[in-house]
């Protein structure tokens, strides 16, 4: 079974803009695709670091020495790039979305296509997993995390009926979870609406948009001069925050401006479209669909 299938690979390597010489982050290095093409891109001199919490994605470690590769949530990169003596990058590179592997693993509980476990971390050292967050989260910080992770219209209905459910008897498995709120949603609709289900839990499990926050402040302080932030998100959440933060240099979107009128951002948007997978990308990886592509030159 493929790791996975790096999503607008050539685009994103187009993107970076790969200086030969220079020093690359790959924050989410998963199977591996992306980094092995950036370090195609390399001369000897050229360097290529690259973060990922699970332990899985170790056994994909590429064979060079031009290459390292860090056990570690992205949220601490800068903290790992100090003590290897690494000030500056030249390119930054982020592939937000979950691996089709964490998919099509029954045991990590992160589809309702499969029974399992309802888990959904990505580093399965974490403290905190799915099933503690169904059966503890009190019924206003469920309606809260449904309708702003998973933007569900009927978040406060699907929160006390988990509540109601639970006070009988505990929610530990992918089935139950699915089984249990299915009825809420029409017919039509229940695959799309329990995906959405599905990512409201998965991000709070991981902390994903708070990670994702204090990564974009340490990219700011890292990028060189002209250095490139490349990302892929894939839910409306994420691409929000990183188009925000690429075009006003802050998460609300608010333009601040100097007192000569110019906006204040570290970053010059180099596609201020959104860049999407091609017709050709699709029928080969459907899972791309969502993705959404941005990329930013530091000033």
Do not use: C, W
């Not at 079974?1 to 790096?6: F, G, K, L, Q, S």
């Not at 949530?73 to 590179?93: P, T």
């Not at 029954?106 to 476990?117: I, N, V």
């Amino acid at each position: 079974m493929a790791y996975h299938i790096p999503v607008l690979l050539n685009e994103s390597i187009e993107g970076l803009n790969i200086t030969p010489d220079g020093t690359y982050l790959d924050l989410t290095f998963g199977g591996g695709g992306h980094s092995r093409e950036i370090i195609k891109h390399l001369s000897p001199k050229g360097r290529l670091i690259a973060f990922d919490q699970d332990e899985e994605a170790m056994a994909n470690a590429i064979d060079d020495s031009r290459f390292l590769l860090v056990r570690s949530n992205f949220r601490y990169f800068r903290n790992f790039l100090k003590y290897h003596k690494v000030l500056y990058v030249d390119g930054i590179l982020a592939d937000l979305g979950v691996s089709s592997k964490h998919f099509d693993s029954p045991e990590r509980g992160f589809s309702f296509r499969f029974e399992g476990p309802l888990d959904m971390r990505m580093n399965r050292n974490a403290p905190l997993n799915a099933e503690q967050v169904i059966n503890t989260y009190d019924h206003k910080a469920l309606a809260k995390m449904f309708s702003l992770y998973g933007e569900l219209t009927n978040a406060n209905r699907i929160a006390k009926t988990i509540a109601t459910y639970r006070s009988q008897e505990p929610i530990t498995t992918v089935e139950q979870l699915a089984e249990l709120v299915s009825p809420m949603f029409p017919s039509q609709q229940q695959n799309k609406m329990l995906a959405k289900v599905f990512q409201a839990i998965r991000i709070e499990v991981n902390r994903e948009m708070e990670t994702l926050r204090q990564m974009l402040l340490q990219v700011e302080q890292t990028l060189t001069t002209e250095g490139r932030l490349v990302v892929i998100a894939y839910h409306s959440l994420e691409d929000r925050l990183v188009k925000n933060f690429i075009r006003s240099g802050n998460f609300d979107g608010e333009l601040v401006k100097d007192f000569y009128g110019n906006v204040f951002s570290s970053f010059e948007q180099i596609n201020r479209k959104v860049i999407v997978p091609s017709d050709e990308e699709l029928t080969r990886n459907p899972r791309s669909r969502s993705a959404k592509l941005r990329i930013a030159r530091k000033k």
